[in-house]
């Protein structure tokens, strides 16, 4: 493991967040914590706001980890104690597609959630709610270094050239 590496993986649902954070977690042999693993529970519920705030300042006590997920009313507690962040910034109708077409057993939530239109319209909505705030959080903490994805092929280049410089054939 690399000790003190603090990496969040933040955007829009259904940009691949994920799936780009299981990738490095391996890469990085890191712990990964999945947002939305600790959020939902197996019964379509949720945690209550202040245990799920509890949770992540447990995670962030830790030396190092990848926290996966954005979760708008705590991603400036994680930016402000991270040292690296990815940034999903893909297009909307990229997201859309993702959440659409998306694998509804996932290992990485307690629970099986179909798309709906909150959901859908949180994804419209996101350019112009959710993605200022992070931007002016980015400004705001300019010790973490931003690394921002606009395509799946950024994605899969900057995983390689990863996968390259840890001599890693995965």
Same mark, same amino acid.
């Given at each position: 493991?690399?000790?003190?590496?603090?990496?969040?993986?933040?955007?829009? @649902?259904?940009?691949?967040?994920?799936?780009?954070s299981?990738?490095?977690?391996a890469?990085?042999n890191?712990p990964? &914590?999945?947002?939305?693993?600790?959020?939902?529970?197996p019964?379509?519920?949720?945690?209550? #706001?202040?245990?799920?705030?509890?949770?992540? #300042?447990?995670?962030?006590?830790?030396?190092g980890?990848?926290i996966?997920?954005?979760? @708008?009313?705590?991603?400036? &507690? =994680?930016?402000?104690?991270?040292r690296?962040? &990815?940034?999903?910034?893909?297009?909307t109708?990229?997201?859309?597609?993702?959440?659409?077409? #998306?694998?509804?057993? =996932?290992?990485?939530?307690a629970?099986?959630?179909?798309? +709906?239109e909150?959901?859908?319209?949180?994804?419209?909505?996101?350019p112009?709610?959710?993605?200022?705030?992070?931007?002016h959080?980015?400004?705001k903490?300019?010790?973490?270094k931003?690394?921002?994805f606009? @395509?799946?092929?950024?994605?899969?280049a900057?995983?390689?050239?990863?996968? #390259?410089? &840890?001599?890693? +054939?995965?």
């Amino acid at each position: 493991m690399i000790q003190e590496t603090k990496i969040i993986v933040i955007g829009c @649902s259904g940009g691949g967040k994920s799936t780009f954070s299981k990738q490095l977690a391996a890469i990085l042999n890191l712990p990964l &914590y999945n947002l939305d693993n600790i959020y939902w529970l197996p019964d379509t519920s949720h945690l209550p #706001r202040h245990a799920f705030k509890k949770r992540q #300042r447990q995670i962030m006590k830790e030396n190092g980890w990848i926290i996966d997920g954005n979760y @708008s009313h705590t991603v400036g &507690y =994680r930016i402000k104690r991270c040292r690296l962040a &990815y940034f999903f910034d893909m297009p909307t109708e990229v997201c859309l597609n993702g959440v659409l077409t #998306r694998n509804r057993k =996932r290992d990485d939530i307690a629970c099986e959630l179909e798309p +709906n239109e909150e959901l859908l319209d949180a994804i419209r909505a996101f350019p112009f709610t959710v993605k200022p705030k992070i931007l002016h959080l980015f400004e705001k903490y300019p010790k973490v270094k931003v690394i921002t994805f606009h @395509s799946h092929e950024e994605v899969n280049a900057y995983l390689e050239a990863l996968r #390259r410089e &840890y001599g890693l +054939n995965i």
